[in-house]
């Protein structure tokens, strides 16, 4: 069956998210095998968990530790960093800052956003050189003292689980491992370290810790924050369905750009997360694209007859800027 024929066979009425050990993949075999989960999982849900993903716990810790003491900052010290000020969508956004879903009065969480920048910065840096529309470089906060080294050694590990499952998603689409190499050389990826406050509200307020929505770049790869139930994935049965925080995976999710490129044989699921556990709640989403100069257009082994393509081709920069723009800067329902 071709890829556009399975697609079309998925209901999408999915209740469950799998869980996939890519611990195993030095072989061809082992490669194949877990290509083929990634592939189910990418058509079906659009979500899986992954084991074994190679970033060290105390990597982990220390990021861990330096968000929350960030978050515990006064407001006025944070929103030195304020990102509408500084540019393009790098340093901190305050609670209530972005409404992703318009038919919600806000975004009830607060965060801060970085992309690629080595340890020991570089004054010009090759890899930032073809990012067009998303140029720019990080601010970081004078305290704590290691919020910049935690979350960039964070978002490195990260990267690396990124560059792992390239060659599997090509495998999955039926193309060589090495099909994203040309188009995935810098590091295009954006991070965001999230606080969640406990929502105390009515239900039907109108404010969620994070609207319905489906993210811009490739794939997420998302630590939460272990045993608090946020993160909620919406079927094509328009249900609900709960995506917890398991210890010792990350959430993996595909993306609108990677949606695009596949012709949705990928699915870029629509999803949110509310927290009514009474608690605070902390998460790392990491954002991963192709290149920011690399053209996205539905790939030929996603394209046949019954289902042309879908989409115009677009830079991936321009893309990404204009959806976030749309979030940040569009007019909203606040009051």
């Keep these: 069956m071709s890829l556009s024929e399975t697609a079309a066979s998925v209901s999408g009425a999915f209740d469950s998210i799998p869980i996939i050990d890519i611990g195993h993949a030095s072989t061809p ?3 194949i095998a877990l290509a083929q989960q990634i592939r189910e999982a990418c058509v079906n849900v659009g979500f899986f968990y992954i084991r074994n ?12 530790s330096a968000m929350k003491a960030y978050f515990s900052l006064p407001l006025e010290t944070k929103m030195k960093l304020y990102h509408k000020e500084v540019g393009n969508f790098r340093g901190y956004q305050p609670e209530m800052d972005s409404n992703t879903d318009l038919a919600n009065k806000g975004d009830f969480h607060e965060g801060f956003a970085i992309s690629w920048e080595e340890l020991v910065p570089k004054e010009n840096d090759e890899k930032r050189a073809n990012d067009g529309a998303m140029a720019g470089t990080n601010v970081w906060p004078s305290e704590p003292a290691e919020f910049r080294e935690a979350c960039l050694n964070y978002c490195h590990a990260a990267i690396g689980v990124g560059k792992t499952l390239l060659p599997l998603f090509a495998l999955a ?3 060589p491992e090495t099909y994203f190499d040309d188009k995935t050389r810098n590091s295009a990826v954006a991070m965001r370290v999230l606080h969640y406050p406990p929502q105390t509200g009515p239900e039907d307020d109108g ?10 770049e490739c794939f997420t790869i998302l630590w ?8 909620q994935l919406l079927n094509s049965e328009n249900r609900w369905v709960d995506a917890p925080a398991i210890p010792g995976t ?3 999710n595909i993306g609108d750009q990677l949606a695009r490129w596949t012709n949705d044989v990928f699915r870029s699921t629509v999803h949110r997360a509310t927290n009514r556990t009474g608690v605070h709640r902390h998460s790392i989403p990491l954002f991963f694209g192709t290149d920011y100069h690399v053209q996205v257009e539905p790939m030929p082994s996603c394209v046949s007859p019954e289902r042309p393509p879908k989409y115009e081709p677009v830079a991936a920069g321009d893309y990404v800027q204009q959806r976030l723009r749309d979030v940040y800067y569009r007019n909203t329902t606040l009051t």
């Design 29 to 31: 075999d082992e490669r």
């Design 53 to 64: 993903h190679s970033i060290p716990q105390q990597t982990i810790d220390n990021v861990f």
């Design 173 to 175: 689409l039926n193309l």
């Design 207 to 216: 404010i969620v810790g994070v609207g319905a929505h489906s993210d811009f």
């Design 224 to 231: 939460q924050e272990p045993h608090i139930q946020a993160l």
């Design 250 to 252: 990350l959430v993996v």
